[in-house]
């Protein structure tokens, strides 16, 4: 049963750092990896979606890396705002079984917090 | 973009009562429908996957004859709590796919409080 870890649980930091949110995974045979935001309350808004045959994936000032041997994705925000601040959630996606596709498997979050 | 449509964005019931949940694709044919649930300060579990059409498969521990899903067409499928108790406080969230190589589009969730 694959499981999903992200490191660290809660991050606070000065407006304009450069930062580094950590997601691990047990099973490597993944579909893909995706990074959401979830503000308090609300649904999800999907960031990046990594193919399992790609090793990183940019938006804007953001920049996702996947290395499915190790079982390990990052999310790199540049430059931080203090819009930034949410819970940045990992999801990996399993391979296909056939008969279309499966739920995702999500970590709990990294609740990130950009100080103006 | 795909967009998913979610009401109510907040309900409160009484214990005892049912709750219904409506899940909608605007823009594209939701073939697969997934309904995910979240404990404060858990991660989102996956409760039952449904195919148009189909009856929902449930994820181990979830109670089908609790939480009834309903897929009748490509852009609408329910998810109705029975019996609600305090214990089924929690928030609710559908996504929708259009098939088997694209990703999946969220709702906005629905925050239920059983009182």
């Known amino acids: 049963k694959q499981e999903v870890t992200q490191i660290p649980a809660a991050l606070s930091v000065p407006e304009g750092e450069n930062l580094v949110l950590n997601c691990s995974f047990t099973d490597s045979a993944i579909y893909n990896l995706q990074w959401f935001r979830q503000d308090p309350g609300k649904g999800l808004t999907s960031l990046l979606l990594i193919q399992s045959s790609q090793r990183e994936q940019t938006s804007g000032r953001l920049n996702a890396s996947l290395d499915k041997s190790s079982g390990r994705s990052t999310l790199y925000i540049a430059a931080s705002q203090p819009g930034d601040s949410a819970t940045y959630l990992c999801?990996?996606?399993?391979?296909?079984?056939?008969?279309?596709?499966?739920?995702?498997?999500f970590g709990k979050g990294t609740h990130l917090i950009i100080q103006p | 973009g795909a967009v998913v449509s979610q009401h109510p964005s907040w309900v409160i019931c009484k214990s005892g009562t049912s709750v219904k949940i409506e899940c909608r694709s605007l823009?594209?044919?939701?073939?697969?429908m997934f309904w995910y649930r979240q404990f404060p300060k858990q991660s989102l579990m996956l409760m039952a996957t449904s195919n148009e059409g189909s009856k929902a498969t449930y994820e181990q521990g979830v109670e089908k004859d609790k939480f009834l899903i309903n897929h009748a067409s490509l852009t609408l499928s329910t998810l109705t709590v029975t019996s609600a108790h305090p214990e089924d406080s929690s928030f609710y969230i559908c996504?929708?796919?259009?098939?088997?190589?694209?990703?999946?589009?969220f709702g906005q969730g629905t925050r239920l409080t059983v009182v």
């Open positions: 823009d594209f044919q939701a073939t697969t």
């Open positions: 999801a990996c996606d399993p391979p296909r079984s056939g008969g279309g596709a499966d739920g995702l498997t």
């Open positions: 996504s929708g796919a259009r098939g088997m190589n694209t990703e999946a589009f």
